[in-house]
C-alpha cells in the first residue's frame, strides 16, 4: 500500500546527526496538521517518498533534496505553502500540482524552481489559486566555505527552470508566476473545463504559446515575448468570455 509519514516537525539532519535514520517504508510526507515544517530528505533516504500532501493548516512545508514529484493539497487548509528543492536538479523535472478539495477552494503558494513543467490540475470547488514563488528549499551544507558558496550561487540564480505549464480540471481557477519564471514557453489550458481561468504569466521574456478552452471564461496575460495565443474556434471579433492580454504588438492570435 500507500504509507504516509506525517511529521509536525523535521527530523534533525546534520554532518553528524540523523534522527529519521530508522524510518522506513514510506511513499508520502505529510506536514501534520498543516505545520510550517523543513525536512531535509537525505535524512529519510531509505524511504521512496514522491508526493508531499499537505496537512489540515496554513503552514508551509519545506522539503530538501527531494525527489518529489506529486503536491496534493486535499487535506490542507484554504491556504498553504509547498518549497521544494530537488536532490538531483535535471534538465525535465516534472511536478504534479493537485489543487482543490470538496469541502473548500485551496490556495496553494508553490515555490518548485527546480522544475521544467508543472501538470496543475483544479478540482473540488471553484475558486483554487496558485501563486509561483522564487523562495529556495536550500540544502544541508556543512562548512563555511560551502555555505558561503551555495549562498552566492542561489544569489545569482535570476530565471527558475519553469518553462511549461499544462492546467487541466473542471474547477475555476487563477495561476500566477514569480518575478523570476521568465522562461516559460508553455501555457496549455486547452483541456480545462472549467467555467472561468485567469492565468498571468507577464514576468515571461520568451515567446509564450497559450491555449486555452473557448468554453471557458479564460484570461490569460502574457510578456514581452513574440505570443501566440489560441482560443479555439471561434467568432470573430472574439467573444467577451475570452480576454487576451498582449505586450508587444508582434504577437499572434490564433482563433
Do not use: C, H, W
Amino acid at each position: 500500500g500507500t504509507d504516509t509519514l506525517a511529521l509536525g516537525v523535521g527530523t534533525t539532519y546534520s554532518a553528524t546527526v540523523s534522527a529519521g535514520s530508522g524510518i522506513s517504508g514510506f511513499e508520502v510526507l505529510q506536514n501534520s496538521g498543516g505545520a510550517s515544517i523543513t525536512q531535509n530528505m537525505s535524512g529519510l533516504g531509505t524511504n521512496a517518498i514522491t508526493t508531499l500532501t499537505l496537512g489540515g493548516g496554513t503552514g508551509t512545508a519545506t522539503v530538501q533534496e527531494a525527489a518529489i514529484t506529486t503536491v496534493n493539497t486535499e487535506d490542507m487548509g484554504a491556504t498553504g505553502g509547498a518549497t521544494l528543492g530537488l536532490k538531483t536538479d535535471g534538465t525535465a523535472d516534472t511536478l504534479a500540482v493537485n489543487v482543490g478539495a470538496a469541502g473548500g477552494t485551496r490556495g496553494l503558494t508553490l515555490a518548485a524552481v527546480d522544475y521544467e513543467t508543472l501538470n496543475i490540475a483544479s478540482t473540488g470547488t471553484d475558486g483554487n489559486s496558485v501563486t509561483l514563488s522564487d523562495a529556495e528549499a536550500s540544502y544541508l551544507a556543512t562548512g563555511a566555505t560551502e555555505i558561503a558558496a551555495r549562498t552566492a550561487a542561489l544569489a545569482a540564480k535570476t530565471v527558475t527552470d519553469l518553462t511549461t505549464v499544462n492546467i487541466t480540471g473542471n474547477k475555476n481557477l487563477t495561476v500566477t508566476d514569480s518575478a523570476k519564471a521568465t522562461a516559460v514557453t508553455t501555457v496549455n489550458a486547452a483541456d480545462f473545463t472549467g467555467a472561468t481561468l485567469n492565468v498571468n504569466f507577464n514576468d515571461s521574456n520568451a515567446a509564450v504559446t497559450a491555449t486555452a478552452n473557448t468554453a471557458t471564461s479564460a484570461t490569460i496575460t502574457t510578456g514581452d515575448g513574440a505570443d501566440t495565443v489560441t482560443v479555439g474556434t471561434v467568432p470573430n471579433p472574439i467573444p467577451p468570455s475570452v480576454i487576451i492580454y498582449l505586450t508587444i504588438p508582434f504577437d499572434v492570435v490564433l482563433i
